[in-house]
């Protein structure tokens, strides 16, 4: 979850899933770039997933989980969730179709338990001018 959308990540895009750990803000960024973290002797950037799609701050809570993205994209970072759901199987899910939210990073949308949730094209956030764009304007 990331605020009041339910996002499904491949399992081929997530490395871990991991407690929320010591986060050292940078000086200059927006609001939804958390900042950096220690992840396994490797500097990792963390972004709040609730601020980059809706631009509200997220609220600590103690669910909040980080989604440590898998080596295979452009830049080693991690998505600060509200919360996570578990694992579904989505051949199980009622037939897919394309995202009534228009928003340019959700692909399909789902219906699983009466609540919508939709894919997060991760490769698609990367490569995204707001997503490079981690700086704030002066």
Request: aromatic share 10%.
């Amino acid at each position: 979850m990331a605020g009041e959308y339910g996002l499904l990540v491949h399992m081929t895009d997530a490395k871990e899933i991991m407690a929320i750990p010591a986060v050292t803000r940078v000086p200059g960024t927006l609001d939804w770039f958390v900042g950096l973290s220690n992840y396994r002797g490797k500097l990792l950037s963390v972004i709040d997933l609730d601020c980059l799609i809706t631009t509200k701050k997220n609220t600590s809570n103690k669910a909040e989980r980080l989604v440590v993205l898998s080596d295979r994209f452009l830049f080693p970072c991690a998505l600060q969730v509200t919360q996570i759901c578990g694992l579904v199987d989505l051949n199980s899910t009622s037939i897919k179709a394309s995202s009534k939210i228009n928003h340019p990073w959700f692909d399909a949308e789902y219906s699983i338990d009466n609540k919508q949730w939709y894919e997060l094209n991760l490769m698609r956030m990367q490569s995204d001018p707001i997503f490079l764009k981690a700086y704030a304007d002066e």
